[in-house]
């Protein structure tokens, strides 16, 4: 899909939102294929076990081709149709590595699918996640990533800034001065009254004496 018309785009993927899905017998190792066809140019052939797990899809839009398998991956792909219309007499020609251009094509074109059907649903989650990872990685044709923030607990905080306490710790308890007895208060009071008194007592008879003396 070189340059797809974006309106064409668009076009093919709503009418693969609106395709109503049909589905083949079992097959002898008990797989079935869910088919969505449109007629803009958007298909998906899903292949699902006895237990109704996705094993395989292979999606189609306008000219390119991606293929989820279990325990493989994605690979992306060319389609080839010489004008046909169905699908199955069009020619896919895989790449030899996947294409991360056709990838994140693809992955855009679905990423505002709300819908309901599983299948859809499961390719649509099979190419954001693809998607995340080139970006992460860096890969040819990615968008440039967002800036990650570091992990919490490896960014160190500024030193003039305190450390906040962690969620749901107990605030630290003011400091507790030991209560006053006014009791003591009062017998220290007198104490120390009585104490001058017999100083100043003391005193005069000192001065008596000297003077008694001389």
Known sequence: ???????RLKAAVLALYQARPVEGPPGDDGQRSVWHLSTQGAELLSFVDPEGRVQRQELTLLDE?????SGVGLRTG???????????TSVVHPDAQPVPARLLRAALALEHY????????????????????????GGSGAAP??????????????????HAAPAGAPS?????????DPEMIRRQ????????????????FSVWLLYWLL
């Open 114 to 137: 709300q819908g309901e059907d599983r299948y859809i649903q499961h390719i649509q989650r099979v190419l954001a996640l693809a998607r995340q990872g080139l970006v992460l990685s």
């Open 145 to 162: 990533a967002a800036p990650v923030p570091p992990p919490a607990s490896t960014s160190a905080a500024p030193a003039s800034v305190p």
């Open 65 to 69: 081709h991606c293929v989820w398998s």
């Open 172 to 180: 630290p308890l003011p400091l507790q001065l030991p209560a006053v």
């Open 1 to 7: 899909m070189s340059d797809p018309s974006t309106e």
């Open 189 to 204: 009071k007198t104490e120390g009254l009585t104490m001058l008194i017999v100083l100043g007592l003391g005193l005069l």
């Open 78 to 88: 060319r389609v080839e149709q010489d004008g046909a219309a169905r699908a199955e």
